[in-house]
């Protein structure tokens, strides 16, 4: 009874204490559409404007502050293109625990003027709870940037591939959201899409490394490319060109148009992509009769691409808006790749064997979308509902000759005929709302995927006719249903905030690989639970923690049972019987100011890799696809920009990273713990008459995984820009990867198994010149096309 007793009475104090503390309430939203903004920067502050707390508005505009007592504060509404908000509150008894203080809404800066002026500089880096946001507008470590890709190499942990493709902490590639909404695409259209973005575009990039459940399960690093809002009626047009300059020329020309109303606003975006790129591969093998093999392969691609989209958002009402977005690509490709194969005895004076193959390949694509979505106010609730629809086409001839570089004999002669169809359908819908003090939320997401693919191969005999290659020829149908759910809780007790949620994603699946008559059917269930806390402390401090569980499901070329080949010896094999890996992680995030710090742990199970098996007697080397046990990760990022003087400003980011990957290979477990660490930052140079110079640089060590050993590779770009036309006209010249050092070098770690050493390199040595040009009296943001999660798991 003492006990019992000593705990009620603790417990009517802390309640009474509770009782005696204030929260307030509110809503923003735009003083002209009434539209609701999110994340608008809320603080409270003293009468002499000393910061006590702060939050941010949530996705409908709610805010809230919690934990106050009586007094007089000053409350300061804060948001990009918005003009700022100070108002007086006095807390008392009178006022009730819980004032609300109704709708609050914000002008935008653009009432007398046709551009933003960007007056003050906001901090590069800064921390809110799940969020790290790079700004970008007005930020003068970017005005050298050509175009999205040189912004993104700021990102602490991440990482771009020499092939383009980007990577996060783990290893595992991020989704690109543009303005809150999922696009995620081929490495081809993403590059596409990324270059077309200039930094005049964009207003921020929000990073989340540890999705809630409330996205989708694929999604285990996001990256939301902000761009900047509408602020005034009228049109806008901006037309940029990105002339590129190595062994070959590529370029890239983009012109966006917008025009706005009252109700109605248009966006048009058409694209072109002329010109050449390069990918060289080299590699080194010692044959098992120690014989050694010498293998280059280069790979010109001659493109002729184009994209159009057109798209409309017309506001029903003040808290109700529907859009529609059609879009269009055309990729048109010429490869014309050149492999060749040197044989030598194990002294490399004696030659062997010399051949070579060329490969004339025409791969055409053509995409059809469109995309729906609805947004709006339902009394108490918000709802949110895109549908989308996609079809894609893609054909491909190569015509595959090997000879004998000594004579020319003609040794092998192919020709391959590919026809592949995806459509994909998807419909989402969201719905949130307030519960007491706290905010739900609940979502649900049909998709359905259906990849049609017949590849015939045709072999030149003896008798000099083609005939159909069984062996090689390919006809694969892929089906893909996946349904999910979930709900979600977020609230604040006294300081901390903190977020729960638990998504269920339901698949079922169907592989017909019709050429074996293997037909491989697949339903699974799987829970996706996450929580996180966020604590605001004392001198702009933060601190938030949080944990999910993600999934990956094979794609369709990790599923296609049959050969696709990188040369006649070297080819990989999808499997039909791969499962989905489940990731869980551990995040914890420190900010200071400026400075920030991330630690990350977790576990990957049944992560999908490929493992090379060697034929000793016909030196073909393939890669097949299997489930490896499980993989251990972990790694730490510490950002810090500072600004030396007015002049000279820079930001350096440092990561350490550790993998194991348990990989079984040939009757041994190989479970190789792996450290590396990265070390990437840039300088930028205020020089006279308005001229920026910028000095990027990246060095990563020497890593691998339990296979093979990377080597150390690094690169230094080098960037100048300057504005015409009272600001209308930006010209940059760019200069990348001026010591070309970056190219990726394998060594495959058992000897005794496979001795090979192989290199990739993407011709990322090249001169840059770009051209923007800004005209019209709008600056209504281009939508991007809302592309979903299945476009590219389908292997587009």
Same mark, same amino acid.
């Given at each position: 009874?003492?006990?019992?007793?000593?705990?009620?009475?603790?417990?009517?104090?802390?309640?009474?204490?509770?009782?005696?503390?204030?929260?307030?309430?509110?809503?923003? @939203?735009?003083?002209?559409?009434?539209?609701?903004?999110?994340?608008?920067?809320?603080?409270?502050?003293?009468?002499?404007?000393?910061?006590?707390?702060?939050?941010?508005?949530?996705?409908?505009?709610?805010?809230?502050?919690?934990?106050?007592?009586?007094?007089?504060?000053?409350?300061?509404?804060?948001?990009?293109?918005?003009?700022?908000?100070?108002?007086?509150?006095?807390?008392? /008894?009178?006022?009730?625990?819980?004032?609300?203080?109704?709708?609050?809404?914000?002008?935008?800066?653009?009432?007398?003027?046709?551009?933003?002026?960007?007056?003050?500089?906001?901090?590069?880096?800064?921390?809110?709870?799940?969020?790290?946001?790079?700004?970008?507008?007005?930020?003068?470590?970017?005005?050298?940037?050509?175009?999205?890709?040189?912004?993104?190499?700021?990102?602490?942990?991440?990482?771009?591939?020499?092939?383009?493709?980007?990577?996060?902490?783990?290893?595992?590639?991020?989704?690109?959201?543009?303005?809150?909404?999922?696009?995620?695409?081929?490495?081809?259209?993403?590059?596409?899409?990324?270059?077309?973005?200039?930094?005049?575009?964009?207003?921020?990039?929000?990073?989340?490394?540890?999705?809630?459940?409330?996205?989708?399960?694929?999604?285990?690093?996001?990256?939301?490319?902000?761009?900047?809002?509408?602020? @005034?009626?009228?049109?806008?047009?901006?037309?940029?060109?990105?002339?590129?300059?190595?062994?070959?020329?590529?370029?890239?020309?983009?012109?966006?148009?917008?025009?706005?109303?009252?109700?109605?606003?248009?966006?048009?975006?058409?694209?072109?992509?002329?010109?050449?790129?390069?990918?060289?591969?080299?590699?080194?093998?010692?044959?098992?009769?120690?014989?050694?093999?010498?293998?280059?392969?280069?790979?010109?691609?001659?493109?002729?691409?184009?994209?159009?989209?057109?798209?409309?958002?017309?506001?029903?009402?003040?808290?109700?808006?529907?859009?529609?977005?059609?879009?269009?690509?055309?990729?048109?490709?010429?490869?014309?790749?050149?492999?060749?194969?040197?044989?030598?005895?194990?002294?490399?004076?004696?030659?062997?064997?010399?051949?070579?193959?060329?490969?004339?390949?025409?791969?055409?694509?053509?995409?059809?979308?469109?995309?729906?979505?609805?947004?709006?106010?339902?009394?108490?609730?918000?709802?949110?509902?895109?549908?989308?629809?996609?079809?894609?086409?893609?054909?491909?001839?190569?015509?595959?000759?090997?000879?004998?570089?000594?004579?020319?004999?003609?040794?092998?002669?192919?020709?391959?005929?590919?026809?592949? /169809?995806?459509?994909?359908?998807?419909?989402?819908?969201?719905?949130?709302?307030?519960?007491?003090?706290?905010?739900?939320?609940?979502?649900?997401?049909?998709?359905?995927?259906?990849?049609?693919?017949?590849?015939?191969?045709?072999?030149?005999?003896?008798?000099?006719?083609?005939?159909?290659?069984?062996?090689?020829?390919?006809?694969?149908?892929?089906?893909?249903?996946?349904?999910?759910?979930?709900?979600?809780?977020?609230?604040?007790?006294?300081?901390?905030?903190?977020?729960?949620?638990?998504?269920?994603?339901?698949?079922?699946?169907?592989?017909?690989?019709?050429?074996?008559?293997?037909?491989?059917?697949?339903?699974?269930?799987?829970?996706?639970?996450?929580?996180?806390?966020?604590?605001?402390?004392?001198?702009?401090?933060?601190?938030?923690?949080?944990?999910?569980?993600?999934?990956?499901?094979?794609?369709?070329?990790?599923?296609?049972?049959?050969?696709?080949?990188?040369?006649?010896?070297?080819?990989?094999?999808?499997?039909?019987?791969?499962?989905?890996?489940?990731?869980?992680?551990?995040?914890?995030?420190?900010?200071?100011?400026?400075?920030?710090?991330?630690?990350?742990?977790?576990?990957?199970?049944?992560?999908?890799?490929?493992?090379?098996?060697?034929?000793?007697?016909?030196?073909?080397?393939?890669?097949?696809?299997?489930?490896?046990?499980?993989?251990?990760?972990?790694?730490?990022?510490?950002?810090?920009?500072?600004?030396?003087?007015?002049?000279?400003?820079?930001?350096?980011?440092?990561?350490?990273?550790?993998?194991?990957?348990?990989?079984?290979?040939?009757?041994?477990?190989?479970?190789?713990?792996?450290?590396?660490?990265?070390?990437?930052?840039?300088?930028?140079?205020?020089?006279?008459?308005?001229?920026?110079?910028?000095?990027?640089?990246?060095?990563?060590?020497?890593?691998?995984?339990?296979?093979?050993?990377?080597?150390?590779?690094?690169?230094?770009?080098?960037?100048?820009?300057?504005?015409?036309?009272?600001?209308?006209?930006?010209?940059?010249?760019?200069?990348?990867?001026?010591?070309?050092?970056?190219?990726?070098?394998?060594?495959?770690?058992?000897?005794?198994?496979?001795?090979?050493?192989?290199?990739?390199?993407?011709?990322?040595?090249?001169?840059?010149?770009?051209?923007?040009?800004?005209?019209?009296?709008?600056?209504?943001?281009?939508?991007?096309?809302?592309?979903?999660?299945?476009?590219?798991?389908?292997?587009?």
């Amino acid at each position: 009874m003492t006990k019992f007793s000593l705990a009620f009475c603790l417990l009517l104090c802390l309640s009474s204490l509770v009782s005696a503390q204030k929260r307030i309430k509110g809503r923003i @939203s735009d003083s002209r559409t009434g539209q609701p903004l999110g994340f608008v920067t809320v603080s409270l502050l003293s009468p002499d404007s000393t910061f006590i707390k702060g939050s941010m508005t949530d996705s409908v505009g709610i805010f809230q502050l919690t934990n106050l007592r009586n007094g007089r504060y000053l409350l300061l509404l804060t948001f990009f293109g918005y003009g700022k908000v100070y108002q007086q509150l006095i807390l008392d /008894d009178a006022d009730g625990s819980n004032p609300d203080l109704g709708n609050i809404g914000l002008s935008t800066t653009s009432s007398q003027l046709n551009e933003i002026v960007v007056t003050g500089e906001k901090p590069v880096l800064q921390r809110r709870e799940d969020k790290l946001i790079l700004q970008v507008a007005g930020n003068p470590l970017f005005a050298a940037a050509a175009n999205t890709f040189d912004i993104l190499k700021h990102i602490p942990g991440l990482q771009r591939n020499a092939d383009g493709g980007l990577r996060m902490m783990g290893g595992s590639a991020p989704s690109i959201f543009i303005d809150g909404r999922q696009v995620p695409m081929s490495p081809e259209e993403l590059q596409n899409y990324l270059a077309g973005l200039s930094p005049e575009m964009i207003a921020s990039i929000e990073v989340i490394n540890n999705p809630s459940s409330k996205y989708d399960g694929e999604h285990k690093h996001i990256i939301d490319i902000r761009l900047k809002r509408d602020l @005034s009626l009228g049109w806008k047009g901006n037309i940029s060109s990105n002339l590129q300059q190595n062994a070959y020329t590529l370029a890239d020309n983009n012109l966006l148009l917008t025009y706005k109303t009252k109700k109605l606003s248009y966006t048009g975006r058409l694209g072109y992509t002329a010109g050449t790129s390069i990918y060289r591969y080299s590699a080194l093998q010692h044959l098992a009769n120690t014989n050694i093999m010498a293998t280059t392969n280069s790979v010109p691609t001659h493109n002729n691409n184009f994209n159009f989209q057109l798209g409309a958002d017309y506001d029903i009402s003040k808290t109700q808006r529907i859009g529609i977005m059609g879009r269009v690509y055309q990729s048109s490709r010429g490869l014309n790749a050149f492999n060749t194969l040197h044989t030598t005895d194990v002294t490399t004076q004696q030659l062997l064997s010399d051949i070579y193959t060329a490969n004339n390949a025409t791969p055409r694509q053509r995409s059809y979308a469109v995309h729906l979505n609805y947004s709006g106010r339902l009394r108490k609730s918000q709802l949110d509902v895109l549908s989308s629809l996609l079809k894609i086409s893609n054909r491909q001839k190569e015509d595959i000759q090997t000879k004998n570089t000594d004579g020319h004999h003609l040794l092998d002669y192919w020709k391959t005929d590919l026809k592949n /169809d995806i459509l994909i359908r998807s419909l989402q819908a969201d719905l949130s709302g307030n519960l007491g003090k706290g905010k739900w939320s609940t979502g649900v997401r049909l998709a359905f995927s259906t990849t049609n693919n017949q590849l015939r191969y045709d072999t030149l005999n003896l008798s000099q006719v083609f005939v159909a290659d069984s062996s090689r020829s390919n006809s694969f149908q892929y089906d893909e249903y996946v349904t999910a759910a979930y709900v979600a809780y977020e609230n604040t007790v006294n300081s901390w905030r903190y977020s729960v949620s638990l998504r269920a994603e339901h698949t079922h699946s169907t592989g017909n690989a019709m050429t074996q008559h293997q037909l491989t059917s697949r339903d699974y269930l799987t829970w996706l639970p996450s929580f996180s806390f966020t604590l605001p402390l004392e001198h702009a401090q933060q601190l938030h923690i949080s944990y999910s569980r993600r999934i990956t499901r094979p794609n369709f070329s990790q599923l296609n049972p049959f050969r696709f080949y990188n040369s006649p010896l070297n080819y990989f094999v999808g499997n039909p019987n791969l499962q989905p890996s489940k990731t869980d992680m551990l995040s914890i995030a420190y900010s200071r100011h400026t400075l920030n710090i991330t630690l990350s742990a977790g576990r990957e199970a049944d992560p999908m890799g490929r493992y090379p098996e060697y034929d000793s007697i016909t030196n073909v080397l393939e890669y097949l696809g299997r489930n490896l046990p499980y993989n251990d990760f972990g790694g730490v990022e510490v950002s810090f920009p500072l600004t030396i003087n007015r002049w000279w400003k820079m930001n350096n980011n440092i990561s350490g990273n550790y993998k194991k990957e348990v990989t079984p290979y040939h009757d041994k477990v190989y479970a190789i713990p792996v450290f590396d660490y990265t070390f990437s930052g840039s300088q930028v140079f205020s020089l006279p008459k308005g001229i920026n110079f910028d000095i990027s640089y990246l060095y990563r060590s020497a890593t691998g995984n339990s296979l093979y050993t990377f080597k150390a590779m690094g690169s230094l770009d080098l960037g100048i820009q300057k504005t015409w036309l009272n600001g209308k006209l930006n010209s940059r010249f760019n200069y990348y990867d001026v010591l070309d050092t970056y190219r990726y070098r394998l060594t495959f770690r058992e000897k005794a198994i496979i001795n090979n050493q192989l290199q990739h390199w993407y011709g990322n040595h090249k001169l840059a010149l770009t051209l923007n040009y800004s005209f019209g009296k709008s600056t209504h943001s281009s939508k991007s096309d809302s592309k979903n999660e299945e476009e590219k798991r389908a292997g587009m």
